[in-house]
């Protein structure tokens, strides 16, 4: 058995409860898991109100890390007592034991530990794919300005030491000064506080009025028109989330007015999608956490018992960096 955080209809944090479920034998590609920590992610949230639907009851949650307990047949890349991290479907992270599929599970390298594990991998997975396989028709080359929204939540602060390791001027947005601060010290190369400025003015202003490359836009409908107009021509719109809710319908006929503009909707899920993408990526991620260019900053902890107030928290804005739930 194991305790889990489920939810039996869609609502608000108070829908989540700890049960106990029952936790069975590895299957063919499945692996069992024993959680020492669970990442917390703004995709919870968008599972828990029902935005994203899931088949009901679930337990939610895409990412942790822990010691590998059991492998079904056909698992070659882990063993029973490998130390592990995954993001990755379907959801069920928030418990202490689980199965599930082995693709998207990676060993853990020794100098990482399991909470950090557990905090980066779906934040860290995403930053990457977002800097280093997400690319305008121009290209993107080190000294190129990009804008990037709530960057200092989790998947933010990871985006932004790690475009400045890239050699990219990243234009980080954010609702308070402090979190700007926050921005700044992780290598943003300027910070917006998008409640007191108007982002594409001084988004016009920072680039001598030429615009940035790409934009990538997790906040969606709040800020989607205003980043359109911080492209220049043939820039490239990356939405990869709705933290304001989803981006309203649009004529494409806006993206021509507007400079002949590429828009993309991107999931982590179709990155990860195999084994050789997803440990690929991982590598990647192990390599920048591990050389120190990108630190993960555990900035919330939470017990498990308490995951209905880390909901709250993270809706209501008051989180940076990354959260885990304890176990
Ligand atoms: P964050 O830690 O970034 O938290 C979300 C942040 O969004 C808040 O802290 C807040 O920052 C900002 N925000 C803006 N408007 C709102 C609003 N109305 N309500 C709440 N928050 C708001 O979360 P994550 O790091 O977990 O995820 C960041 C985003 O990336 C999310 O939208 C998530 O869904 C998306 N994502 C998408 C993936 C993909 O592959 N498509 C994968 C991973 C994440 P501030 O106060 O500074 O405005």
Redesign the pocket.
């Known amino acids: 058995m194991s305790l889990a955080v489920q939810i039996r209809q869609p609502g608000g944090p108070e829908q989540l409860q700890i049960v106990d479920v029952p936790v069975g034998e590895p299957g063919p590609g499945e692996v069992r898991i024993r959680h020492h920590a669970v990442g917390?992610?703004?995709?919870d949230v968008?599972h828990r109100t029902g935005l994203y639907p899931l088949p009901l009851p679930a337990t939610i949650g895409m990412e942790g890390a822990g010691v590998v307990e059991a492998v079904g047949p056909g698992v070659a890349h882990l063993a029973v007592g490998d130390r592990a991290a995954y993001a990755g479907q379907p959801p069920g992270s928030y418990c202490e034991r689980r199965v599930m599929p082995a693709q998207c599970v990676c060993k853990l390298p020794d100098g990482i530990g399991f909470e950090t594990g557990a905090a980066m991998m779906?934040?860290g997975l995403?930053a990457q794919y977002l800097l280093k396989k997400v690319r305008p028709v121009e290209g993107l080359e080190p000294g190129d300005h990009v804008l990037f929204?709530?960057?200092?939540?989790?998947?933010?602060l990871i985006a932004c030491q790690w475009a400045s390791h890239l050699g990219l001027q990243l234009i980080g947005?954010?609702?308070?000064d402090a979190?700007c601060q926050r921005a700044l010290a992780n290598g943003a190369a300027h910070a917006i506080n998008?409640h007191t400025e108007d982002f594409a003015a001084r988004v016009r202003e920072i680039t001598g009025d030429k615009g940035v490359k790409v934009v990538y836009d997790?906040?969606?409908k709040?800020t989607w028109d205003k980043s359109l107009d911080c492209l220049r021509p043939f820039g490239l719109m990356a939405s990869?989330?709705?933290?304001?809710?989803p981006v309203p319908p649009f004529s494409p006929a806006i993206l021509g007015a507007k400079g002949s503009l590429y828009v993309t909707r991107?999931?982590?899920?179709t990155h990860i999608a195999t084994r050789e993408s997803t440990q690929a990526m991982a590598d990647d991620l192990f390599a920048v956490v591990l050389s120190g260019a990108v630190k993960i900053h555990l900035d919330q902890r939470y017990p498990l018992a308490e995951v209905q107030q880390a909901h709250r928290d993270?809706?209501a804005?008051k989180?940076?960096?990354c959260?885990i739930l304890t176990l």
Do not use: C, M, P, W
Request: proline share 0%.
């Open positions: 917390l992610n703004f995709i968008y779906l934040k995403t929204h709530a960057a200092a939540g989790g998947v933010g947005t954010a609702g308070t979190k998008y997790s906040v969606g709040d990869f989330g709705n933290a304001s809710g991107q999931t982590l899920f993270l809706e804005r989180t940076t960096g959260t």
